[in-house]
């Protein structure tokens, strides 16, 4: 089956406007997990959902950071008013349960560029 | 403060060598340890993982050991193949809380 995707796959954007990046996870899975990755920097983790739960927003930066999963599947996360610093890659996960030891499947990123 | 410590950057290591990542952690509530290679432009896959129940974790050419104690991991890769050739992310959870990742260790292997 396809694994997780994420779009657009590069986004540049000018400092103070609002950008929204998309998820789609693998079908079936209930977890869904967002990250990002600084340059020179491990996985940060931002937020997740699990099922129908309230997510666990505890690694969101800021409050210019939100997210939301519309119908226990696509995942957007929307950035308002980017600064330079948002500047990363910014990854999502899916897996089939949440479980610290539930694997989770990771897209191929989207690319963000903050002038 | 880093939870997850990943202190060399960089590793080159010829092929057919065995090739050692080393992890440290700082939080002795973790209780589950894993694993993930990223290839450029692609997301981290899995890898190997280990639970804190366990000190050693083998899946064929690949290795994890794990030393409570020392709140040391590490992962050994025998022989290396330049396929091998990525960056490696140790990650730990305690219970159910979200991942925390190292900051990655690149791995070069020299044909």
């Known amino acids: 089956g396809a694994g997780v995707s994420q779009s657009p796959s590069n986004k540049v954007t000018e400092k103070g406007k609002d950008v929204e990046l998309r998820c789609d996870p693998i079908s079936g899975h209930t977890a869904l997990y967002w990250y990002r990755q600084s340059l020179g920097q491990g996985l940060e983790f931002l937020i997740y959902f699990q099922g129908n739960s309230a997510p666990d927003k505890s690694g969101l930066p800021s409050d210019r950071f939100s997210a939301e999963r519309t119908g226990g599947s696509v995942s957007t996360l929307t950035i308002q008013r980017t600064q330079q610093e948002d500047s990363a890659v910014y990854l999502c996960a899916s897996s089939l349960m949440w479980a610290g030891t539930d694997t989770q499947y990771f897209g191929p990123g989207t690319r963000l560029t903050v002038l | 403060d880093q939870q997850v410590k990943q202190n060399s950057p960089s590793l080159s290591v010829q092929e057919g060598r065995i090739s050692i990542l080393n992890c440290d952690y700082t939080n002795s509530m973790f209780d589950y340890f894993l694993w993930y290679k990223k290839y450029p432009a692609e997301g981290p896959t899995f890898l190997i993982s280990?639970?804190?129940?366990?000190d050693k974790n083998e899946d064929g050419r690949f290795t994890v050991f794990l030393n409570k104690s020392a709140k040391h991991l590490s992962l050994h890769i025998v022989p290396s193949q330049p396929g091998d050739s990525a960056v490696y992310f140790c990650a730990a959870s305690a219970g159910n809380t979200p991942l925390v990742f190292g900051k990655g260790t690149r791995l070069s292997v020299i044909a």
């Open positions: 280990i639970s804190s129940i366990k």
